[in-house]
């Protein structure tokens, strides 16, 4: 497989024969409720106990209210009868919903079915309507109809029984279901009962003010839950920014979601307030709200937040700002808030990897250590120590005229690794760089290059936070048989064909560059929904930029780091 693809990557670099050696076809996304749910980049609105007003709460009604409206599906309470039905409603009890009074496990589902819901949240004195209290069934049933996802709170009833009806309707992973505690609590159920329940593991913090008999989740919890293939985590609204980027921080099986609620106090909030919170939350990364104002929650994620703020890669380390590519511009661009570092690999004699961009050492701005007899030469045939010996800091580039001037040599990337790696927010965007077919030094085996690199990255335990980018897309087909949790970028692909999906799937690539001449925002989008990376080209202007956040790229690619953080800082207060 390994020496296919390599030979696929190759011949493409050679000849351009993507334009006919692969299907045009591109897959669309599943747009299922299983499938949204399964899907993180995608933001979900669930209507809690329906859509609720003229029609009340946690009726058949309140489900259909909800069509139409961009809503992503509905939340549910579950009781049971005294004869063992599972039923609708939220409280324990009859009295502020319906018609009736007393505990709803004193009833038979018979004489539940004959009460009648009252309008709204009800209350005493609420108008009754003619909606009756509705089954488990009849609920899936109403929401199966619109393509619903189904929130379900389990009251008084197991996961078990719950699952079955879900099954027995067809609407497999279609169905959220809350398990919480700690992972080995005995209460928990049996991951092969509720395998057609989508899964969502409560997170517990405990912020100042929380109950004495609160018991804050430990981080492995997130891994503990692993075996029941969650969808996702719930956090409280309430949970400190530190559970918050703690939580972020963990490790966690991938492609989970962060869901939140924004009932009672956010929800209660002014218009202006509410914005607010609902992007400190978004910030903090959730992706599903369970929302008691989830018409006006659709239209505020469709308009103000529409494109999210983008992350920011800091091209070379900000060449304009800094000595390219060194550990002082990364230091920097750290600093200045910056998500990935972006930087260039070159092959040494020795095969080590230096961080640097061109194949041959740059007189122009690179000076040879004095009486050493080391002249600018290709990094090819040169060992790392002595590579390293060369200030490449004191000048710039005719391009960076005004970066900042100080003396710095060109570091080894374990150096980088080794000084970041303990930020876990910082991600790198790496480019490996191979000299053309008979250049000085020995010929580099794409395949030895990627090893090279990915024993660093499982060293520093980076799988996560690596790009893998490249015009030589053998590197990148090796990367993804040696370690295929690396997400990889090939670079160029407009100039080898016209179908960059093909390319993507063909490569199994994860990531893809394109300038907003090669796209449009809805191409970037679907790429997003197939879990692709879509980052800009580098861009150093304020025109570039926000064009770059209306395109909705995953991240801007810029030389000036420290402006597009500002520029993003001012844009958001705007929105």
């Known amino acids: 497989m390994a020496g296919k693809l390599i030979a696929f990557a190759a011949a493409v670099l050679a000849s351009g024969l993507l334009h006919a050696g692969i299907a045009t076809a591109h897959a669309a996304p599943g747009d299922g409720p299983a499938q949204k749910l399964r899907d993180p980049s995608r933001v979900l609105v669930i209507a809690h106990r329906g859509c609720v007003g003229e029609v009340p709460e946690v009726s058949v009604a309140s489900v259909h209210a909800c069509a139409g409206k961009g809503i992503d599906g509905i939340e549910l309470d579950i009781r049971k009868s005294s004869d063992g039905v599972l039923v609708a409603i939220h409280d324990a009890t009859l009295d502020r919903t319906t018609n009736g009074t007393g505990r709803v496990a004193d009833h038979t589902a018979e004489e539940l079915r004959a009460l009648r819901l009252r309008r709204g949240n009800g209350g005493p004195g609420v108008v009754v309507t003619a909606e009756h209290l509705p089954t488990l069934e009849e609920m899936l049933l109403a929401a199966r109809e619109h393509g619903f996802i189904v929130h379900l709170d389990i009251k008084d009833a197991t996961h078990a029984e719950v699952a079955a009806v879900v099954e027995k309707l067809g ?72 559970f918050f980027d703690a939580f972020n921080a963990a490790q966690r099986p991938q492609g989970t979601r962060l869901t939140t609620e924004t009932l009672w106090e956010i929800d209660n909030l ?48 900000g060449a304009l700002l800094w000595p390219e590519n060194t550990i002082h511009a990364f230091e920097q661009a750290v600093g200045a808030g910056v998500e990935y570092l972006e930087f260039d690999l070159q092959l040494t004699a020795d095969n080590e990897l230096l961080v640097t961009h061109d194949h041959n050492i740059n007189p122009a701005f690179c000076s040879a250590p004095e009486g050493e007899g080391l002249s600018p030469r290709p990094v090819r045939v040169l060992t790392l120590e002595q590579a390293r010996r060369f200030d490449c800091g004191s000048r710039s580039r005719d391009i960076y005229p005004d970066a900042e001037k100080r003396a710095a040599g060109m570091p080894a990337l374990e150096e980088v690794f080794r000084a970041f790696s303990g930020n876990p927010h910082i991600k790198y965007f790496i480019e490996t760089k191979l000299p053309a077919d008979g250049a000085p030094g020995e010929p580099i085996d794409p395949t030895l290059y990627a090893a090279k690199l990915d024993q660093l990255v499982r060293k520093y335990g980076l799988e996560d936070r690596v ?92 030389n000036d780091p420290v402006g597009v953080i500002r520029f993003l800082d001012a844009y958001g207060s705007e929105g």
């Open 171 to 242: 609407m497999q992973g279609q169905g959220i279901a809350w398990v919480t505690g700690s992972p080995d609590d005995a209460h928990q159920p049996d991951p092969a009962d509720v395998r057609s329940l989508a899964i969502v593991a409560r997170i517990q913090d405990c912020p100042e003010g929380a109950p004495a008999s609160c018991r804050a989740n430990d981080m492995q919890d997130l891994m503990g839950f692993a075996r029941y293939d969650p969808v996702g985590y719930f956090l409280w609204y309430r949970a400190t920014p530190e």
């Open 270 to 317: 002014p218009t202006a307030q509410w914005h607010a919170e609902i992007r400190r939350l978004l910030d903090a990364g959730a992706t599903m709200f369970l929302t008691d104002r989830p018409g006006e929650m659709v239209e505020f994620l469709s308009t103000a937040v529409a494109s999210p703020r983008p992350e920011v890669i800091a091209h070379r380390g």
């Open 467 to 558: 790009v893998l980018q490249s015009f030589d897309w053998r590197t990148l087909v090796a990367m993804r048989e040696l370690n295929p949790h690396v997400r990889t970028c090939p670079l160029g692909v407009p100039r080898n064909s016209h179908d960059y999906g093909a390319v993507v799937r063909e490569l199994g690539a994860g990531c893809i560059v394109l300038s907003a001449r090669e796209t449009t925002p809805a191409q970037i989008r679907e790429f997003q929904r197939d879990g692709v990376l879509v980052f800009s080209g580098v861009v150093d202007s304020e025109d570039d930029w926000r064009q770059a956040v209306e395109f909705g790229y995953d991240a801007i690619f810029t």
